[in-house]
């Protein structure tokens, strides 16, 4: 544990969680533009969420080794991939049991001060529809696999905590 303490206060162990991001990232706009598969509502929200992990990754690659600041990306880090989870697995639940009595939005809702939709209409505007299964992968829906990368974050993000408590005497 002491040895993740001491990974967690460096910016290799931060700029390793950025490159996860960017991959995912990376690969959702490659289905998207490239594969052509209309991302909906909850893709959006879900990309917004893996964007946290990002912007968590950005802040403790700013300073690890300060207490503060590496706290802060932890927090971060763990609301966006608790809040990506949260989104993933209500998303699974549209996609394997579909009712027209719970749908998700038609369009993104966005706060008046950070419309990324208008924005960058080509990374954040829905246009696919939530119940709808267009990709699978070891016959896992591309939900289902955010469940997992998203709960893998809140398990890798746990290890780390708990080390942060394993400090050299």
Known sequence: ????????????????????IIFFEASALTFQHIMKLPPCVMC??????????GGAAIIGLLNPNNLII???????????????LKLALE????????SP???????VTFPSWAPLNKWAPWMFEAYGDCSKIVWQFLTLTM????????????????IFVIAQFFNKK
């Open 143 to 158: 939900p289902q696999w955010l469940v997992i990368i998203f709960a893998g974050n809140l398990i890798a993000l746990a």
């Open 44 to 53: 959006i929200y879900e990309r917004v969420a893996m964007m946290g992990i």
């Open 91 to 98: 998303h699974v639940d549209f996609q394997l049991n579909p």
């Open 1 to 20: 544990m002491q040895a993740l303490n001491h990974f967690s206060r460096i910016r290799l162990s931060w700029f390793l969680l950025l490159l996860c």
């Open 70 to 84: 590496r706290w802060c990306g932890f927090i971060a880090w763990g609301i966006s991939a608790g809040w990506g």
């Open 101 to 107: 009595f719970s749908t998700c939005d038609l369009f």
